[in-house]
């Protein structure tokens, strides 16, 4: 079954998959400023995420209170998605769905494709070599 999020935290996961660090509540609310969250609220939303597995508590010494990252990838949220719709049909050819939808989707540019064909490369060369799951 894929995680859903609900819209507030989808806004909190884009802003800790963007960041180079773990979020403080601090940090979370003055990115979201136009939110105005209660506390309870806030909360509330943070506990939902960390019982559906999207969020963990990652404190650091260096910092007050909690800091909050990322238990999965953006990549491996999506993917997820691909993984409950494709009933019956093997991995290779959800992959292959979703890989055409979005290669064909308006905006794809040269860099992205070549970004594309390395990290194929890369998946080719570790599965030739036997060092990863396959």
């Known amino acids: 079954m894929a995680i859903r999020l609900s819209a507030n935290e ?5 802003l800790i998959w963007r960041s180079d660090h773990p979020l403080s509540r601090q940090e979370i609310l003055a990115a979201t400023k136009e939110r105005n969250w209660s506390t ?9 995420m960390l019982s559906k597995g999207v969020l963990r508590i990652t404190d650091q010494e260096i910092r007050y ?3 909050y990252s990322s238990n999965m990838t953006r990549g491996e949220y999506v993917a997820q998605y691909a ?6 049909e093997t991995m290779a050819q959800r992959t292959l769905d979703v890989a055409s939808a979005l290669i064909n989707r308006a905006g794809m540019d040269e860099a992205t494709l070549a ?3 390395r990290m194929a490369a890369q ?12």
Request: hydrophobic share 40%; no cysteine.
């Open 10 to 14: 989808q806004m909190i996961m884009e």
């Open 40 to 48: 309870a609220s806030f909360h509330l939303v943070i506990n939902n």
């Open 65 to 67: 209170g909690r800091t």
């Open 83 to 88: 993984d409950a719709i494709g009933l019956g």
């Open 115 to 117: 970004e594309i064909e």
């Open 123 to 134: 998946r080719r060369e570790t599965l030739a070599t036997g060092t990863a799951e396959g």
